[in-house]
């Protein structure tokens, strides 16, 4: 009974010390805080970053342009032979505590803007707009994707419209500016990350940002001959 008793309050000590120490601490260029966006969010579990991603310590103005940079020079199109997938970059921020939070917990949702490239009508080009969640990918220093079901989607008569697939995830497609057409080519335009139940909290990157950010179009390809399995871009 006394070993039992021991090696429980090892137990506990140990967790409470590792629980401290993911809010915390940093070693070897890594750094731990605890995330909610494991194991379904129930959970409070350890995370590791790299810490030139940890933007916490930064003022207003230069935490708004570190989130910006971040999101999109490390984004990446990633091609299936069905799907088209937008994946952006992840970071740390801080709550309004002053507390590092991963980005996808402290925001829960994210729109992409997209305009058609050499299509337009009466001078407007069709757009098209993706809100969906914001979630950590595998790697952890990066969003997990925003898939497109590019198949599905030619499927349907082009067109003003709103479209969702429900078993695709909560995904929401939006289209404007439509011509007969489906165009097969997209640039992004505008990004932004929000938090649905926090009026105020997000970070915006207009096409403006973009352009200075970013040395070239982040452009999705809806040809049947760019999308094959498995490669990115």
Same mark, same amino acid.
């Given at each position: 009974m006394r070993g039992k008793f021991l090696a429980a309050t090892a137990f506990v000590c140990v967790a409470i010390t590792a629980g401290y120490f993911a809010g915390r601490s940093s070693w070897n260029g890594v750094i731990y805080i605890s995330s909610t966006s494991f194991q379904g969010g129930n959970t409070r579990v350890p995370a590791a970053i790299r810490r030139d991603l940890d933007f916490s310590?930064? %003022?207003d103005d230069e935490l708004i342009t570190a989130s910006q940079k971040r999101l999109v020079t490390a984004a990446r199109v990633l091609l299936q032979d069905k799907e088209v997938g937008v994946e952006l970059g992840h970071f740390v921020t801080r709550d309004e505590a002053g507390?590092?939070?991963l980005a996808c917990d402290f925001y829960? !949702?994210? $729109?992409?803007?997209?305009? @058609?490239d050499g299509i337009a009508e009466s001078g407007e080009k069709p757009s098209m707009e993706i809100e969906g969640p914001c979630r950590i990918a595998s790697d952890i220093t990066r969003i997990e994707p925003i898939w497109i079901p590019v198949q599905r989607i030619l499927g349907e008569n082009a067109g003003n419209m709103d479209l969702s697939y429900p078993e695709e995830?909560? $995904?929401?497609?939006?289209f404007q500016g439509m011509? %007969?057409?489906?165009?097969?080519?997209?640039?992004l335009t505008a990004v932004r990350l929000y938090n649905s139940k926090e009026d105020g909290r997000q970070v915006s990157i207009s096409g403006k940002d973009l352009s200075e950010l970013t040395a070239s179009p982040i452009v999705v390809n809806w040809e049947p001959? @760019? !999308?094959?399995?498995?490669?990115?871009?």
């Amino acid at each position: 009974m006394r070993g039992k008793f021991l090696a429980a309050t090892a137990f506990v000590c140990v967790a409470i010390t590792a629980g401290y120490f993911a809010g915390r601490s940093s070693w070897n260029g890594v750094i731990y805080i605890s995330s909610t966006s494991f194991q379904g969010g129930n959970t409070r579990v350890p995370a590791a970053i790299r810490r030139d991603l940890d933007f916490s310590k930064l %003022s207003d103005d230069e935490l708004i342009t570190a989130s910006q940079k971040r999101l999109v020079t490390a984004a990446r199109v990633l091609l299936q032979d069905k799907e088209v997938g937008v994946e952006l970059g992840h970071f740390v921020t801080r709550d309004e505590a002053g507390e590092k939070k991963l980005a996808c917990d402290f925001y829960d !949702r994210m $729109v992409l803007s997209f305009d @058609a490239d050499g299509i337009a009508e009466s001078g407007e080009k069709p757009s098209m707009e993706i809100e969906g969640p914001c979630r950590i990918a595998s790697d952890i220093t990066r969003i997990e994707p925003i898939w497109i079901p590019v198949q599905r989607i030619l499927g349907e008569n082009a067109g003003n419209m709103d479209l969702s697939y429900p078993e695709e995830g909560e $995904v929401n497609y939006r289209f404007q500016g439509m011509t %007969s057409d489906w165009p097969m080519h997209w640039s992004l335009t505008a990004v932004r990350l929000y938090n649905s139940k926090e009026d105020g909290r997000q970070v915006s990157i207009s096409g403006k940002d973009l352009s200075e950010l970013t040395a070239s179009p982040i452009v999705v390809n809806w040809e049947p001959s @760019a !999308r094959i399995p498995t490669s990115e871009h």
